[in-house]
């Protein structure tokens, strides 16, 4: 299953570029969000099955969400506190607390 992750995807950015983080485009944040979730939704509308890896601001990435929820089954994973906590079907389960959740010890 592909792994898509948007710090990998801001790497490969940057060193296209081949300047530091801060002499970069002031968008580029945006630019680096936009292709990571056209990537993510490219997959699932082929109907293929990915892990998606992101730390975003509740405001970059709840607009996006709804988008990903039509296309796919989906489990949100939050890692707070030194614990993983996980939720079925979207965002409305991560603020009512609705979700499926799990525990799991290794």
């Known amino acids: 299953m592909p792994l898509i992750s948007r710090d990998e995807i801001k790497e490969g950015y940057v060193n ?16 680096v969000s936009e292709l990571f979730f056209g990537i993510v939704n490219h ?5 293929i099955s990915v892990v998606i890896e992101a730390a975003f601001q509740h405001h970059v990435w709840e607009p996006k969400i709804t988008k990903i929820i039509e296309l796919a ?11 993983v906590f996980v939720y079925h079907n979207g965002a409305e389960s991560y603020y009512a607390a609705r979700g499926f959740r799990g525990s799991l010890k290794v």
Not at 16 to 31: R, V
Not at 43 to 47: A, Q, S, T, V
Not at 73 to 83: G, I, K, N, P, Q
């Open 73 to 83: 089954h989906a489990l949100f994973c939050d890692r707070r506190y030194d614990t």
């Open 43 to 47: 997959y699932l509308e082929g109907n």
């Open 16 to 31: 296209t570029y081949g300047l530091k983080h801060d002499e970069l485009p002031t968008n580029t944040n945006g630019l």
